[in-house]
Nanobody
Framework: QVQLVESGGGSVQSGGSLRLSCAAS????????MGWFRQAPGKEREGVAS???????SYAESVKGRFTISRDNARNTLYLQMNNLKPEDTGMYYC???????????????????WGQGTQVTVSS
């Protein structure tokens, strides 16, 4: 059974940093692509970053240069390092995983079958 548990969210001031983690269990995720998504109140869920099983990453334009996605396959853990946070980064952050080709990654929520429960990130100005 696939289980994803996010952690690391919190409240920070603008310009601050947070590191999110997503612990995956139930399967060997080395062949899965993984992603981070966020959803602000009243807005649709949007893709933030994704990383292929072959470690190639993609980012939303709004976070390029500020966020870094990484994965540790030995620990079945996904990370999102978020620097220079802005108030518009506020939202519930979710990790998601799905099986796919070694270079495949996606910022589309419809491409993912498995989701965590989310961790809240709040950035104040």
């Amino acid at each position: 059974q696939v289980q994803l548990v996010e952690s690391g969210g919190g409240s920070v001031q603008s310009g601050g940093s947070l590191r999110l983690s997503c612990a995956a269990s139930g399967y060997d995720y080395s062949t899965y692509y993984m992603g981070w998504f966020r959803q602000a109140p009243g807005k649709e869920r949007e893709g933030v970053a994704s990383i292929a099983s072959g470690y190639i990453a993609s980012y939303a334009e709004s976070v390029k240069g500020r966020f870094t996605i990484s994965r540790d396959n030995a620990r079945n853990t996904l990370y999102l390092q978020m620097n220079n946070l802005k108030p518009e980064d506020t939202g519930m952050y979710y990790c998601a995983v799905e099986r796919g080709p070694v270079h495949y990654r996606s910022l589309s929520s419809g491409d993912y079958k498995y989701w965590g429960q989310g961790t809240q990130v709040t950035v104040s100005s």
